[in-house]
């Protein structure tokens, strides 16, 4: 049991549930209310493999992460390693490789090869990037955080690409298509940027363990005060466009949608950039992190009300 445990800690099991939640609420509140009874046969069981297939692959990410982090995890956060105390190195990366062929197989079962064949060969390349990003770009300045982002948003476009056909990807088909279009990038550029402002904040959380081994995130390169003033932009940002968004919104009547979004999204995220600057220390960091990553969690349950409004 001490073994299961480990191991489900080491996967990130609140995060793969993120991810899993994150699929079900866009299959089943949004492409299902707007395509109604235009479904084709087989969805369901597609649908059920790229999310099985985006969970296995996101935990061989995230252990392969850990496996490339042990000497800064001694530094930044020693209490939560499992790696080396419970789960052995050469274990670690046996289940890397297990999880992500598994995941690639079941994106080939999920995917007609000459129709979807892009679709496979990005999760592959996910695969390959993912361990690019633990063993070397998240330690460079910037591009460790964009990966990561792009990576957020892409467990919402999978989807997307799965159900529209490419020529039509771009909101160029039916008025249907264009609706899921602009919906879908929606929630796929608030989850990149959001993903970007929590990267960061995580950046300065973790800085020290950084630091000491070598790596040049934006706090060790830029400095804490340049990197506040960063997610500052971009939280404003952020803010700004679901501003407008409700504002658009209100003109439908979507009363309920826009209370929440108000309440539960935008104030947080204000709160946030209230706080972003008193922050100076790495729990006051981990605070902010997890108020951010809970700002993600609100923005992707508004996903319920396109069920009752579409």
Same mark, same amino acid.
């Given at each position: 049991?001490?073994?299961?445990?480990?191991?489900?800690?080491?996967?990130?099991?609140?995060?793969?549930?993120?991810?899993?939640?994150?699929?079900?609420?866009?299959?089943? %509140?949004?492409?299902?209310?707007?395509?109604?009874?235009?479904?084709?046969?087989?969805?369901?069981?597609?649908?059920?493999?790229? =999310?099985?297939?985006?969970?296995?692959?996101?935990?061989?990410?995230?252990?392969?992460?850990?496996?490339?982090?042990?000497?800064?995890?001694?530094?930044?956060?020693?209490?939560?390693?499992?790696?080396?105390?419970?789960?052995?190195?050469?274990?670690?990366?046996?289940?890397?490789?297990?999880?992500?062929?598994?995941?690639?197989?079941?994106?080939?079962?999920?995917?007609?090869?000459?129709?979807?064949?892009?679709?496979?060969?990005?999760?592959?390349?996910?695969?390959?990037?993912?361990?690019?990003?633990?063993?070397?770009?998240?330690?460079?300045?910037?591009?460790?955080?964009? =990966?990561?982002?792009?990576?957020?948003?892409?467990?919402?476009? =999978?989807?997307?690409?799965?159900?529209?056909?490419?020529?039509?990807?771009?909101?160029?088909?039916?008025?249907?298509?264009?609706?899921?279009?602009?919906?879908?990038?929606?929630?796929?550029?608030?989850?990149?940027?959001?993903?970007?402002?929590?990267?960061?904040?995580?950046?300065?959380?973790?800085?020290?363990?950084?630091?000491?081994?070598? %790596?040049?995130?934006?706090?060790?390169?830029?400095?804490?005060?340049?990197?506040?003033?960063?997610?500052?932009?971009?939280?404003?940002?952020?803010?700004?466009?679901?501003?407008?968004?409700?504002?658009?919104?209100?003109?439908?009547?979507?009363?309920?949608?826009?209370?929440?979004?108000?309440?539960?999204?935008?104030?947080?995220?204000?709160?946030?950039?209230?706080?972003?600057?008193?922050?100076?220390?790495?729990?006051?960091?981990?605070?902010?992190?997890?108020?951010?990553?809970?700002?993600?969690?609100?923005?992707?349950?508004?996903?319920?009300?396109?069920?009752?409004?579409?």
């Amino acid at each position: 049991m001490r073994w299961v445990a480990a191991f489900l800690k080491l996967v990130r099991l609140p995060n793969l549930f993120f991810i899993a939640l994150t699929q079900f609420l866009f299959q089943f %509140c949004i492409y299902q209310p707007l395509f109604r009874d235009l479904i084709p046969g087989g969805d369901m069981r597609q649908f059920i493999l790229i =999310v099985l297939a985006s969970l296995l692959i996101g935990a061989a990410g995230y252990i392969i992460n850990d496996y490339f982090d042990l000497n800064i995890d001694e530094v930044n956060k020693p209490d939560r390693m499992v790696i080396g105390k419970i789960i052995s190195r050469r274990w670690a990366i046996a289940w890397h490789f297990i999880l992500s062929a598994a995941g690639l197989i079941l994106t080939f079962l999920a995917f007609p090869f000459l129709e979807k064949w892009y679709l496979i060969l990005i999760n592959a390349f996910t695969i390959a990037l993912l361990w690019f990003y633990s063993a070397s770009f998240k330690r460079k300045l910037l591009i460790g955080n964009v =990966v990561i982002s792009l990576l957020t948003a892409w467990v919402i476009l =999978v989807l997307f690409y799965s159900k529209i056909p490419l020529a039509h990807a771009f909101g160029s088909g039916n008025a249907t298509e264009h609706k899921f279009f602009r919906i879908t990038f929606l929630y796929a550029g608030f989850a990149f940027i959001s993903s970007l402002i929590r990267e960061a904040v995580k950046d300065m959380e973790d800085r020290e363990g950084d630091e000491k081994h070598g %790596c040049r995130t934006m706090p060790i390169a830029w400095g804490a005060n340049a990197v506040k003033i960063y997610v500052a932009v971009l939280l404003a940002a952020l803010i700004i466009i679901l501003v407008i968004i409700q504002i658009y919104v209100l003109q439908f009547r979507w009363w309920w949608p826009v209370l929440y979004s108000v309440a539960l999204i935008i104030i947080p995220l204000v709160y946030i950039l209230l706080k972003l600057f008193r922050a100076n220390s790495a729990p006051g960091f981990h605070l902010l992190s997890n108020r951010i990553k809970l700002a993600m969690l609100t923005g992707v349950l508004s996903m319920i009300f396109f069920y009752f409004y579409l």
